[in-house]
C-alpha cells in the first residue's frame, strides 16, 4: 500500500512561511494527482490545493490563491506547499494525499498521509 508522510509543519509568526514536503513510498507515485487539505480544531477537512500527476495543472482554495504554490518532483516521490504570507487562520493540521484524480474534496482520495500541524501566531 502506497504510504505518504508530511513534513515541515512547526510554529510560525503571521507573515512568515513554511514549506511542507509529503514523501511518498512506490514506484508509481508519479501516476496519481496529489493535494493538500488541512484540518482546523473542531472544523471539517478543507482542500487547500492539488496538483495533477504529471504537475501540468494545480488549483488551489481562494483562501491561499496568491500565497501557496503547490509543486512535485516525481523523481523523488515528492510533493511541496510552499506556503507565503501565512495567517492565523492557516492554523490547521494539513495533510497530504493522493489518488486517481484531481479532485476538491476528501473521498476523492486513496491515500493520505498522518498530518503535520501547521500553527501561525499573530
Known amino acids: 500500500q502506497m504510504q505518504l508522510k508530511e513534513s515541515g509543519g512547526g510554529l510560525v509568526q503571521a507573515g512568515g512561511s513554511l514549506r511542507l514536503s509529503c514523501a511518498a513510498s512506490?514506484?508509481?507515485?508519479?501516476?496519481?494527482?496529489a493535494g493538500w487539505f488541512r484540518q482546523a480544531a473542531g472544523k471539517e477537512r478543507e482542500f487547500v490545493s492539488g496538483i495533477s500527476q504529471s504537475g501540468g495543472r494545480t488549483s488551489y482554495a481562494d483562501s491561499v490563491k496568491g500565497r501557496f504554490t503547490i509543486s512535485r518532483d516525481n523523481a523523488n516521490n515528492t510533493v511541496y506547499l510552499l506556503m507565503n504570507t501565512l495567517k492565523p487562520e492557516d492554523t490547521a493540521v494539513y495533510y497530504c494525499?493522493?489518488?486517481?484524480?484531481?479532485?476538491?474534496?476528501?473521498?476523492?482520495?486513496?491515500?493520505w498521509g498522518q498530518g503535520t500541524q501547521v500553527t501561525v501566531s499573530s
Open positions: 512506490g514506484r508509481w507515485f508519479g501516476l496519481y494527482a
Open positions: 494525499a493522493s489518488g486517481t484524480r484531481l479532485g476538491v474534496v476528501p473521498y476523492e482520495y486513496d491515500y
